[in-house]
């Protein structure tokens, strides 16, 4: 954890959290052994390639994915204290959208398209609050003139399509902090926006942030977006965090085989800004079977034979930063001159 929020007792901690869908006869491994801690009012971002199992962290948490097929194998997720995995599905309710928010990725089909904006929020606010209805769409007013959308009182009369695609993605982080939760969770809530508009909703969200005293964590592909808002990143391959520490330590040092590829095929950095994007050959492998050693080997240019002889264990770099890499000095030393590397350390 960051040295500046180590003082600050932790909001979320996750404990080993394994779990696995079933298909008929196949067994796919979505996660295995996740451990993290999320202290309050600092910003955890959970970083990696579509399929490495972000978005499926995401709805553990909230434990939104189907009983039929998903299965929590072992582990912990506590909120304050509070033992999630344990939880009866009534009291889960009282958590999610008031203790827990949530961001998801599309506004549009996360909204209701028959309801207007105002009945969406407000309806949050009885749900958890028991207020009547004008003090609910009181607060779901305040709520968008938080989130920045101008002239709130006619917006909350307004439907999902009747507002652009920012506007939509504020609303939605408004109805997630409604209730004032602990803990947001935002799953890529800048995907399909313009450049301009990703940055106001990730300005906004960390001025609410500061303003509420909350905790995020934040699930993106995109590096940019962890340098500009993280105070800490963990970097997911196939189920397993591989790489974790505070942004400034892991962009200075990066120290898995994993990492320096995301690196490299970052656009206007590197060979990119001579014209040639880097790409990381390959795609994540198959989850329905067991793996011996490392799960990034077959598509790592570091690799040697020691790394698929059996499952590196995450030692500590340095102190908050560890990684899940025998080569990771060999990472180090063949990144040491990339430009984002050198301008970070």
Same mark, same amino acid.
């Given at each position: ?7 600050? +007792? ?23 052994? @996740? ?9 955890? /971002? ?23 097929? $998903?299965?929590?194998?072992? %582990? ?15 009291? =889960?309710?009282?958590?999610? %959208? ?8 599309? +506004? =549009? ?7 207007? @904006? ?17 003090? $609910? ?43 004032? +939760? ?30 509420? %005293? ?20 963990? @970097? ?10 505070? @942004? ?5 040092? +990066? ?13 206007? !950095? ?29 598509? /790592? ?23 899940? /890499? ?6 180090? $030393?063949?990144?040491?001159? !990339? ?7």
């Amino acid at each position: 954890m960051n040295m500046l929020f180590q003082s600050q +007792p932790p909001v979320l901690v996750v404990d080993n959290l394994s779990l696995e869908f079933t298909n008929g006869p196949s067994r796919i491994h979505a996660l295995d052994g @996740v451990s993290f801690g999320l202290a309050r009012g600092e910003t955890l /971002c959970l970083v990696g390639e579509s399929g490495c199992g972000k978005s499926v962290t995401a709805m553990a948490l909230m434990r939104l994915l189907p009983k039929s097929s $998903a299965r929590i194998t072992s %582990g912990a997720i506590r909120l304050t204290g509070t033992d999630l995995i344990g939880l009866p599905e009534r009291s =889960m309710q009282t958590i999610r %959208g008031n203790r827990i928010g949530m961001v998801f990725q599309d +506004p =549009m089909t996360s909204l209701n398209p028959v309801h207007t @904006v105002g009945m969406q929020i407000a309806e949050t606010v009885r749900r958890h609050k028991r207020v009547g209805r004008r003090e $609910a769409y009181a607060r779901a007013r305040q709520m968008l003139d938080l989130v920045r959308i101008p002239d709130a009182g006619n917006r909350l009369n307004a439907y999902p399509h009747e507002l652009s695609g920012g506007q939509r993605q504020r609303v939605m982080i408004a109805m997630a902090l409604a209730c004032d +939760p602990e803990l947001l969770i935002a799953d890529e809530p800048t995907t399909a926006l313009d450049v301009t508009v990703q940055a106001q909703i990730l300005e906004l969200i960390a001025d609410l942030k500061t303003e509420l %005293g909350m905790s995020v964590l934040l699930i993106t592909h995109d590096l940019g977006v962890v340098a500009a808002t993280a105070d800490r990143m963990m @970097v997911m391959y196939a189920g397993r965090i591989v790489e974790e520490g505070p @942004v400034e330590r892991i962009f200075a040092r +990066p120290s898995h085989g994993y990492t320096a590829g995301l690196l490299r095929s970052l656009p206007g !950095h590197g060979a990119a800004r001579r014209g040639t994007l880097t790409e990381i050959v390959g795609t994540v492998p198959r989850l329905d079977r067991p793996v011996e050693g490392c799960v990034y080997a077959p598509r /790592c240019g570091f690799a040697e034979a020691g790394c698929t002889a059996s499952l590196p264990p995450a030692r500590e770099i340095e102190a908050g930063h560890r990684s899940s /890499c025998i080569r990771e000095a060999a990472v180090f $030393a063949a990144m040491r001159d !990339h430009d984002i590397v050198r301008s970070w350390a």
